[in-house]
């Protein structure tokens, strides 16, 4: 048997925060003090053996704690860690020398970011909810702040009340401080909480109840565990939230003891066909029931007016003396008996379908509707599929400002394994408005070096940099019907200014077809206007509902997007292969990352285009592709909308023929993917902001003063040859620590001078991505750095070739499909033709379902960005031969192509 123990020390009263992460957990910790947090994990394995692991930091050790049970959703997507993080360095220390100003600007941080209506920091009830508000709270009380922005101090008090039980009298002296007293164990309330909707309902109907206050309490677990109940005889209710595509919206009502799955209970209900039952989001929980996550009970059903939402009540139930449950508040119970609610549900028209959870019948005998009704919201701790405990091996080490070790390892936790480098790798920084992220000067000089090479190829085919505004009218973005509905769900939109309302809303670019056609429009008039070729760099935006991933996922991103007009189809075809070749030049030349060039289907094509091209990635660490950028043929659709004419050498009118074309810092979110390791980044030279660092070893034997000259006709010489290179002579580092530090941020080569070298002339070279070492001599060091930069650039694109190769199998049969997407694969299939969109949907649909199966799982989050289903990649360029009578793989239909597939981004 396996044994894990957990010993923690920090700063009091900070240290507070860490307790509550565990006491969640229901994990025993030996909490201790000391100047500096840190927590040690010991696993004493029959086997293996004993292994010790720590974190030294604020940040890993709430990471860790939250972590245990993963299900109960702690700590879920990099907006955690970002908060977490900025607590600690803008509030933590506030504890100790009472700097109020930086727990000022904190608090306006997060007034704005709490200004955009969730409920808690990250969307959902996590550590970040815990630690800022007990952190925030000691600060507050510390530094004397009288007075929090509205948004924040109704957020703390509802986390505060929630964790009460937990985290003692600090959260309870927070609460007086705020001015609300925190509540105690089940009693009699203090007020007739006739001003709650639900409870004035139940007045009206002339339904008996009783209300009480209690502790906050975001989850059945908790209410079984902090409001204890005077009998065997009454029960609280845990409640569940699923929408289903094709059966619609359900509130599942059942007993905290009961037995629930959805396999289970599409059965019990007899629902027909496929059935995916899903968490449901929080925005649509507001909707229909009028309450957030964790303050749901079966009394908030009588608020969906829609009557969309089917109510399901678990009949064990209605064998209780007393139900207790939420009148759409968690700290709020009301008591009633099951014919009280019953005629409540009677009363407000609901219709109840109640289901025996211990019956193993068909859903006619075992399931009967009835006017009742019960319900409750998708709650905090909710799972995201595919989140997994991580494989803890933290080794984070502390010098100065900066770790010198990343806390997860690249094959155990990919998601953590990234986000590690690029923060650490001082790629970004987290802001605090959620999908949007601070790009640092060592990521943005990637882009910038992208910038440079990309400006001169399009400038050999006559394309000129301009720049169009940010905003859009609603009628222009509206006027192409396809193109809009494509982008609707991501638009943003700006409706005040200041305190007045705008006429009109107008719209933050998503892209700029309909901002810039109109100008095309104007400008075109004769055959001589022809072709017209702009690129412009900029920003969008695009709301994604899905998680935000940095880099690859985000709300305001960064591109250059191409559009162009020509005279003829070929020309604008021609420019499009032009624009794509750039791109998989971009991905393959500069960043040594292998691309499949080919075309998307029908189904996966840009929005009011008439052909879409793509050059499509592999991440070996994750086994997902990632479309790299596309390039499209917009034919005559726009044209035609904006009326961007122009006479013909004939004298007769002609609609232009178009093309766009895009790409974005993605590129830099790939590239760290595909060459990172469990040291850090691994740079391609070409895009590296540094490629060579020279890093004196200075000692007794080699001081400061004798280095110096050496270094710098090292540096000299390189300079010369064009090698962007830095003399790393920092003081106040050692060079261990320098060599972690910029391995870390995968400078190609680091060069090393120590006194032998001196002595014979030479310089320790060292290479990032493979770990050679080897001594030059000075003697035209330069040329031949240069020549080696060259060498690592073939190098790292061959290594990322075999291992996307290695993962490309062709498979013909169905069921071969699955089986090769769980092995990591792209699977190359025949198809019967990029048309066939039922049959791409039926793909979609049908893998998702095995590969849930297969690992046991039900449900997949709707909002995943990492879905297990298999998607088209795109039709490839390349194609194989494909032998005479091939069929589709999935239709049965003649194969007219190969289609590329995979789980992507």
């Not at 006739?194 to 309902?201: E, H, I, R, S």
């Not at 906050?216 to 005889?233: H, I, Q, R």
């Not at 790629?427 to 992208?450: H, T």
């Amino acid at each position: 048997m396996t044994l894990v123990t957990y010993s923690c020390t920090a700063p009091s009263p900070a240290i507070v925060a860490l307790e509550v992460l565990a006491k969640l957990q229901n994990v025993e910790v030996s909490f201790g003090s000391s100047d500096t947090p840190s927590l040690k994990v010991v696993t004493k394995h029959p086997i293996t053996g004993e292994t010790t692991n720590k974190s030294i930091s604020w940040v890993g050790c709430a990471r860790t704690l939250s972590q245990i049970i993963p299900s109960l959703g702690l700590w879920e997507g990099a907006q955690v860690e970002s908060w977490v993080e900025s607590a600690s360095n803008a509030v933590i220390p506030a504890l100790e020398s009472g700097g109020k100003a930086a727990v000022e600007d904190f608090c306006a941080k997060l007034e704005a970011h709490l200004g955009n209506g969730d409920p808690y920091l990250t969307g959902s009830f996590s550590a970040a909810d815990i630690c800022v508000s007990l952190w925030l709270g000691l600060a507050m009380q510390k530094c004397g702040l009288s007075t929090l922005g509205e948004k924040t101090s109704s957020w703390m008090r509802n986390v505060l009340t929630s964790i009460i039980s937990y985290a003692g009298d600090t959260a309870g002296s927070i609460l007086k401080e705020l001015g609300e007293a925190p509540a105690s164990s089940p009693s009699a309330a203090s007020g007739d909480f006739t001003d709650n909707p639900l409870v004035q309902k139940l007045n009206d109907f002339g339904v008996q109840y009783e209300v009480y206050s209690h502790v906050g309490c975001m989850t059945a677990e908790d209410l079984v565990a902090n409001v204890p109940l005077a009998s065997e005889k009454e029960t609280h209710t845990k409640n569940l939230f699923f929408k289903d595509k094709k059966h619609g919206i359900f509130l599942v009502t059942h007993a905290t003891d009961s037995t629930f799955n959805t396999k289970k209970l599409a059965k019990l209900l007899n629902l027909q066909g496929k059935v995916n039952m899903r968490l449901a989001d929080p925005t649509l929980l507001d909707k229909h029931l009028k309450a957030q996550p964790g303050h749901v009970g079966p009394l908030c059903i009588a608020n969906d007016s829609s009557k969309e939402v089917k109510f399901v009540l678990d009949k064990a139930l209605l064998d209780f003396d007393v139900i207790h449950s939420h009148p759409a508040r968690n700290d709020v119970s009301v008591k009633l008996s099951p014919s009280a609610l019953t005629m409540f549900m009677t009363k407000a028209g609901v219709e109840v379908t109640i289901v025996d959870f211990a019956s193993e019948g068909d859903g006619d005998k075992a399931a009967h509707t009835s006017p009742a009704s019960s319900k409750e919201p998708k709650k905090p701790e909710q799972k995201k599929q595919q989140q997994q405990q991580p494989k803890q091996n933290k080794k984070s080490v502390k010098k100065g400002d900066t770790l010198l070790a990343l806390q997860w390892k690249k094959s155990e936790n990919f998601p953590q394994w990234y986000s590690d480098v690029i923060i650490l790798s001082e790629m970004i920084s987290y802001y605090d408005i959620s999908g949007c992220y601070i790009l640092r000067p060592w990521s943005y000089k990637i882009w910038d070096l992208i910038q440079n090479w990309f400006n001169v190829k399009i400038g050999e085919l006559g394309v000129e940099n301009c720049y169009f505004p940010l905003f859009v009218s609603q009628d222009r973005l509206e006027k192409e019907k396809d193109h809009v509905e494509g982008f609707a769900p991501e638009v943003a939109w700006v409706t005040k200014s200041g305190e007045t309302d705008l006429a009109k809303q107008i719209a933050i670019r998503p892209t700029s077809e309909t901002i810039m056609y109109p100008a095309f429009a104007d400008w075109i008039k004769s055959h001589r206007d022809l072709p017209l070729k702009l690129n412009q760099w900029s920003n969008v935006v695009r709301w994604e509902f899905k998680y935000p991933t940095p880099f690859l996922r985000s709300r305001e991103f960064l591109w250059q997007e191409g559009h162009t007009a020509h005279t003829t189809y070929e020309e604008a075809d021609e420019m499009v292969m032009q624009a794509l070749d750039l791109y998989k030049q971009v991905y393959q030349d500069l960043l040594c990352v292998p691309v499949v060039p080919g075309y998307k289907t029908k189904a996966e094509r840009f929005a009011g285009g008439h052909m879409t091209t793509t050059v499509e990635a592999y991440i070996a660490g994750s086994g997902r592709a990632i479309q790299g950028a596309t390039s499209h043929n917009l034919g005559q659709n726009f044209g035609k909308m904006f009326d961007i004419k122009f006479q013909d050498e004939k004298g007769e009118t002609q609609i232009a023929w178009q093309t766009s074309w895009g790409l974005t810092t993605r590129t830099i979110g790939v590239m760290v993917m595909v060459h990172g390791d469990d040291k850090g980044l691994v740079m391609p030279p070409r895009v590296s902001p540094m490629q060579v660092v020279i890093v004196p070893i200075i000692s007794k034997k080699l001081t400061d003063e004798a280095a110096e000259p050496y270094c710098n006709a090292i540096f000299n010489d390189l300079k010369e040859q064009g090698v962007r290179v830095k003399l790393d002579d920092r003081r106040m580092y050692n060079p261990g620590w320098k060599y972690n530090h910029w391995e870390q941020k995968g400078v190609p080569i680091r060069i090393e001078v120590g006194p032998m070298d001196i002595e014979k002339k030479q310089a320790r070279i060292v290479i990032r991505h493979d770990g050679e070492k080897m001594d030059m001599p000075v003697d035209g060091l330069g040329s031949a750095i240069k020549a080696k930069l060259e060498e690592i650039q073939t190098a790292m694109f061959e290594k990322a070739v075999k291992a996307r190769d290695e993962h490309i199998v062709k498979v013909t049969e169905w069921k071969d499909f699955v089986p090769n997407l769980e092995l990591n694969n792209l699977v190359l299939t025949p198809w019967c033709g990029g048309e066939h969109e039922d049959w791409e949907e039926w793909v979609k649909k049908t893998s998702r379902e095995e590969s849930l199966k297969a690992r046991g799982e039900e449900l997949e989050d709707e909002r995943t960005s990492t879905s297990v289903a298999g998607k088209t990649l795109c039709i490839p360029f390349d194609q194989p031969e494909l032998p005479d009578g091939t069929k589709c793989i999935a239709s049965g239909l003649p194969a007219t192509c190969w289609v590329l597939w995979g789980r992507s981004y």
